[in-house]
């Protein structure tokens, strides 16, 4: 194992992968004499301020062709020459993202020193390039009402599906994800200068990554050939490298609770919502320094930031029991809105150096610490870091020291024609969760309420944990370009060391009440278990790029290939597994491997630059990370039943579970364990040795993606593109201790309530394991396909118009829609459990639903969501006065899973065992007494559209070199309330708000530039 891991790393770093791939524009073209004859060996040299090395060349191919890539944002002059001809040079060509843009000209023969500079349109068409992209330079991001946080661009790109919704950064740099056309959570994916923040393999992480500082950030949508490893939306941020003077930046912003509105309703308090996110104080102070150490040969660039918020939470308070060993109810204080809280530092230092004409290094150290929730804490709705409905004694730390990025390249333009590139990253290396938080934590058992006034409290006592991650990169290209051909061949070696590892309390237990009583509690075996593993992702890739004419043909493919392994590990001994168990070193039998084809099309419609219609089809797996089933899945410490549930009745009311908790059979007060195998050395769940070795057996998609891009008038274009994505080689996870035989049906009746899909009233059929099967499992992981045709697959369309006037006005937006549909009857038919959670015997994943589901949820469809999204801002001139806005019209997210019972809103009902004993016949197995149903089909229910118009007014202030922007940013400028969180639990807070849109909220910021 470890021989091929090094054989691969060996293999990757000589055949040397793509660092820049992310962040690549490219000049292309043709050259012609005055009788349209083609031009061969003509000089083409690309100039510009963003170069260290001032200027890149190449010579046009036989056909008059050629190609200048792997260049920086900026504005580029470009020059032809060839001895007997004139000189051509064309000036004020803007390169953002990967934007190819076509230069052509036409040569005359006269004299050498004749230089004739030909003025004309910068194009604002790409018509050579199928990829889909969409670009916010660092000059918007400055002049936009902002957040300066990831999280508050990818809110302004219309095709993408953003977790949460944050105004004006006043939850501080949170974690968020973000996809597009239906894709997987793990699919959006942020990078610096195209390396990943993704913590071990996901898209983002805990890592905060600077955007005020950038260049530029660019959104590739779709379209990437063999360099791009996931169909999903790539955010990149390009970082400022410095240059041959000295400039600078000092960005300070503010705001506290005087600065933000009200805009809470009787109507919403009468719904129970008494409270609201309402900012008690926020901050930024952001310096940046850059400029030469030696002229032409070595830039630096270096930032440093400090942030923090303090911010109440809506309809959380403290709690007056907290502490106390004899009190077990949570009892609000409304004297003590809880606060939540962060705090961000990190400094960074980048190195640009021009060692030859030839030879070009980069060197990139970010640090980082954070602390979340480390004063206070609380949360009414769950969707925080940690997760969870939680009391602020109940909410624990969540720490990050160190989180830390690094990144060293090298990038040569070899000859005219090769260039060679390549990079080893560090990162995200992140220490992570929290120490212990309170002092009684490892003594009080952590309790969570399924009913009350905020049902699935948890509270009482905090759970905590410390597990780290470390990701080292090594990637490398070779780029082929002659004009005719873009060529490029690469690879990259991806490698991940995890460690997991969680803290409980003294007694390894928590409880769930129902109002107040006991009816269940859970033991925990994996108190202080290390969780180990080490993961590496393999992958080659070849492509090119064949100009003929005015169509451009892109193909590509890309390898990947698996694999992982797990030193000595134990769980053990505690309280629950007195003896031992231990696990050799060993390896994880992965051996995946993925071939994905990629091809597309981009033709020059009237051959004048100003139309494109592209079309592009590919295949792409779904992202992986080294805690999923490739990898943390296959370790052994973690396919031990390490935790079970066991129905609880507190007859004497002491809070004292009183039977023996070793004893798996009903015992005293408590009743069977929910998996019979806790404890055992035994593995629960297998995997299909056909899903881990092979070939093409990761869950994959076809994405199809259509374009028509159109110039409206110089610098206005409008893009419209249509989209349809295919999911295929499912997993379903058959528990092959039941069959369909071991469910007795039993039928509820929705309640009659105009909350309820047509008013309820309806009759729904459930399934209740038979209680000789109660707590068995032997889950097996394999294909859907084994059981039935399974679907998910998405279609819609967007549209984005993009205006650069030259009149410092600038205009983006669009919208997009689409309709996700999900299909898995013929599979449930076979296997009825995947519809059950597991404490009833089934295997429905909690981030599908924690509640039961009829068999009819079999087909789900989203219907088509539309979000409308945009930005512009203007700057008066002769008064320097800035007027700038976005603007945001999005479908409720909910918790922003990749599916549709995520995304729309659940009824989950806590339903008794006297309300389902007459139709089952008999009590609840395993003496449950209590089972949460759901009431509403996935995708019949959403909330209310969200929508939020940010706004800007600034003052530009110069004195002589320097330019000061003072600024007042209004943040949800309407001061709407819609809800964003709803209670889903059914019962007669359902549909109240959990949560609303905070308040309006002015911040006054400044920018000093020199």
Not at 253 to 266: E, K, P
Request: glycine residues 12%.
């Amino acid at each position: 194992m470890r021989r091929f891991l090094i054989g691969n790393f060996v293999v990757v770093s000589l055949a040397v992968a793509p660092i820049a791939a992310y962040a690549q524009a490219s000049i292309a073209g043709s050259v012609r004499d005055n009788s349209g004859a083609v031009m061969p060996g003509v000089t083409v040299e690309a100039s510009s301020p963003a170069l260290i090395e001032k200027t890149r060349s190449v010579v046009t191919s036989g056909t008059g062709q050629y190609a200048i890539v792997d260049l920086r944002p900026g504005t580029y002059s470009v020059t032809f020459t060839l001895p007997g001809f004139n000189t051509v040079r064309r000036e004020g060509i803007e390169l953002t993202g990967n934007f190819v843009a076509s230069v052509s000209v036409e040569m005359r023969v006269g004299a050498v020193a004749e230089t004739v500079t030909v003025s004309g349109e910068a194009p604002i068409v790409d018509v050579t390039n199928s990829r889909r992209q969409q670009t916010i330079s660092g000059e918007v991001i400055a002049t936009i009402p902002s957040s300066r946080q990831y999280f508050g661009l990818t809110t302004l790109v219309p095709a993408l599906n953003i977790q949460g919704n944050d105004i004006g950064g006043a939850s501080g740099p949170i974690f968020s994800v973000f996809q597009t056309h239906g894709g997987r959570r793990n699919e959006g994916q942020v990078l610096v200068d195209g390396l990943s923040m993704g913590f071990q393999g996901m898209g983002v992480s805990f890592y905060v990554p600077e955007v005020g500082t950038a260049q530029e950030v660019t959104f590739s949508l779709s379209g990437g050939l063999g360099e791009a490893p996931t169909g999903g939306p790539q955010m990149n941020i390009v970082p400022r490298t410095g240059g041959n003077t000295f400039s600078g930046s000092l960005f300070v912003t503010g705001a506290n609770g005087a600065l933000q509105g009200d805009n809470i309703t009787q109507e919403i308090r009468d719904a129970g919502l008494t409270g609201r996110n309402e900012l008690k104080k926020l901050w930024e102070v952001n310096p940046a320094l850059g400029g030469p150490i030696r002229q032409d040969r070595l830039w630096f660039y270096g930032t440093f930031r400090h942030q923090g918020n303090r911010q109440l939470v809506a309809g959380m308070f403290e709690n007056r029991n907290a502490g106390d060993p004899t009190k077990w109810t949570y009892d609000p204080d409304p004297s003590r809105q809880a606060i939540d809280d962060g705090t961000w530092k990190n400094g960074s230092l980048r190195l640009t150096w021009q060692a030859t004409p030839r030879n070009k290094f980069n060197v990139w150290w970010d640090e980082q610490t954070v602390c979340q929730h480390c004063v206070a804490g609380g949360s009414r709705t769950g969707l925080v870091f940690a997760g969870g409905i939680q009391s602020p004694e109940a909410h624990g730390r969540t720490e990050g020291f160190p989180a830390r990025m690094a990144q060293a390249t090298w990038s040569s333009p070899a000859s005219n024609r090769l260039l060679f590139e390549a990079s080893l990253g560090l990162g995200p290396d992140l220490q992570f969760g929290g120490l212990q938080k309170n002092s009684y934590d490892k003594t009080l058992i952590r309790v969570t309420d399924q009913g009350g006034s905020i049902p699935n409290l948890a509270y009482r006592a905090a759970f905590w944990s410390r597990p780290r991650g470390l990701t080292r990169v090594a990637q490398g290209s070779l780029s082929y370009v002659t004009g005719s051909h873009n060529a490029k061949f690469g690879g990259r070696y991806h490698y991940n060391d995890s460690l997991g590892v969680n803290f409980y309390n003294d007694s390894q237990l928590s409880y769930t009440f129902l109002n107040g009583s006991p009816t269940q509690l859970t033991m925990f075996g994996n108190h202080d278990v290390r969780q180990l593993v080490t993961q590496g992702m393999a992958s080659l890739y070849a492509q090119d790029q064949w100009t003929r004419g005015r169509l451009t043909l892109q193909g590509g493919v890309r390898f990947e290939h698996l694999s992982a392994e797990f030193p000595d590990q134990q769980i053990g001994p505690n309280l629950y597994i007195p003896t031992a168990i231990r696990f050799p070193a060993r390896d994880s039998g992965v051996g995946v491997k993925d071939i994905m084809p990629r091809v597309g099309a981009a033709y020059d419609l009237f051959g004048n630059g100003r139309t494109a219609v592209k079309v592009f089809i590919g295949r792409y797996v779904t992202p992986t990370n080294s805690g999923e089933a490739y990898a943390g899945g296959q370790n052994p410490v973690n396919r031990v039943v390490t935790m079970t549930n066991r129905a609880w009745t507190d007859g004497n009311r002491n809070f004292v579970p009183d039977c023996d908790l070793l004893n798996p059979a009903l015992n005293g007060e408590c009743g069977p364990w929910s998996n019979q195998n806790f404890g055992k050395e035994v593995f629960t769940t297998t995997y299909d040795p056909d899903l881990l070795t092979g070939w093409n057996k990761r869950e994959y998609s076809w994405d199809l993606t259509t374009t028509v891009s159109q110039q409206l008038a110089p610098r206005v274009s409008v893009e419209l593109s249509y989209a349809r994505r295919v999911w295929g080689n499912f997993q379903v996870t058959d528990n092959r201790a039941v069959g369909p035989a071991d469910f007795d049906p039993f039928t509820i009746v929705a309640p009659a309530d105009q909350r309820l899909p047509d008013g309820g009233g309806y009759s729904l059929q459930f399934y209740d394991v038979k209680p000789a099967k109660f707590g068995q499992f032997d889950n097996f992981i394999t294909f859907s396909d084994n059981y039935g045709k399974q679907i998910y697959h998405f279609n819609g369309i967007d549209v984005n118009v993009n205006a650069r006037f030259p009149f410092a006005l600038t205009l983006t937006g669009g919208f997009s829609t689409g309709n996700m549909t999900e299909d898995d009857c013929e599979v449930g038919e076979s296997v009825p459990e995947i519809y059950i959670p597991p404490g009833g015997g089934g295997t429905l994943p909690a981030v599908q639903s924690t509640a039961q589901w009829s068999r009819t949820y079999c087909h789900r469809e989203s219907g088509y969501l539309t979000s409308v999204k945009g930005l512009a801002t203007y700057t008066v001139p002769k008064v320097d006065v800035l007027i700038s806005g976005t603007f945001q019209s999005k479908p409720y997210v909910g918790a922003n899973f990749p599916n549709v019972a995520s995304q729309s809103i659940p009824a989950n009902s806590v339903t008794p065992n006297g309300v389902i004993a007459p139709s089952l016949g008999r009590p609840l197995a395993g003496g449950v007494p209590v089972i949460v149903l759901g009431l509403v089909q996935p995708g019949d229910k959403y909330g209310d559209r969200l929508n939020q118009v940010d706004l800007r007014f600034g003052k530009v202030l110069r004195f002589g070199s320097t330019r000061t922007l003072v600024a007042l940013d209004l943040f949800n400028a309407f001061n709407t309330n819609t809800t964003d969180v709803y209670q889903t639990v059914y019962g007669p807070t359902y549909l109240n708000p959990a949560s609303i849109m905070a308040a309006r909220l002015a911040k006054i910021s400044a920018q000093f530039d020199f």
